[in-house]
């Protein structure tokens, strides 16, 4: 039977009141989706809104990013995602929450992808979040009540790197301190530096570096 994963991104597309552009960081949706790919897996996106996704991180001197760009049908159906509310998490081994700036502003209200992620991991699928990614997960509740990062190892963009980036005012709280206060135990690695953590089926990763590693980890948990 073939894995079906779906990559879940940001509609959000502007940095605060900064006037400043983003969206789904591309390297985040790009890398996995070629490591997914290669493991034979069906992919499908979403995002909070459907429809076209707005891009941030761009850089066509990444062969990766560059193959995802020039082929036509991937990108139509990537600017086709389905919106969160419409997703049917019974059709799904493992979602991947794809980084980018825009993701603080809108993902962590977002009660449908929270449903899908909460339920996906009570199936026995994987749930996973790369770099900004993680931003979905601050408000996941299980079946119990508890939060889904309660007690578990987790990674994410870290308050040093978000210095480092100078956008501590701008987001609208910083992620590492949020899921620390959800009862994470956050495993940070220097600055840029690939880290990803595996915690039972919960897989995340820090920064875009750790994208295409924590879909080998969700890859590696699925088969």
Known sequence: MTKRVLIATTSHDKKGDTGESTGAYLPE???????????????????????QVPLDGVDRKDPVQAAFLDDAEIVARLHASTPAEKVDPAAYDAILFAGGHGTMWDFPDNVAFA??????????????????????????RLSTGEYLVAGKQISAFTNE????????????????????????????APNWQKQVVVSERLVTGQNPASAAGVAEATVRLLR
């Open 29 to 51: 949706v790009a890398h996995p989706y070629a490591v997914f790919k290669e493991a034979g897996f069906a992919i499908d996106f979403a995002s909070v809104k459907g429809g």
């Open 161 to 188: 790197e978000e210095r480092a980036v100078k956008l501590e005012k701008v987001v609208p709280f910083l992620l590492e301190d949020k899921l620390v206060e959800r009862g994470a135990r956050f495993v940070p």
């Open 115 to 140: 449903s899908v992620a909460a339920k996906i991991y009570e199936r026995g699928g994987v749930v996973a979040a790369v770099c900004h990614g993680p931003a979905a997960l601050v408000n996941v």
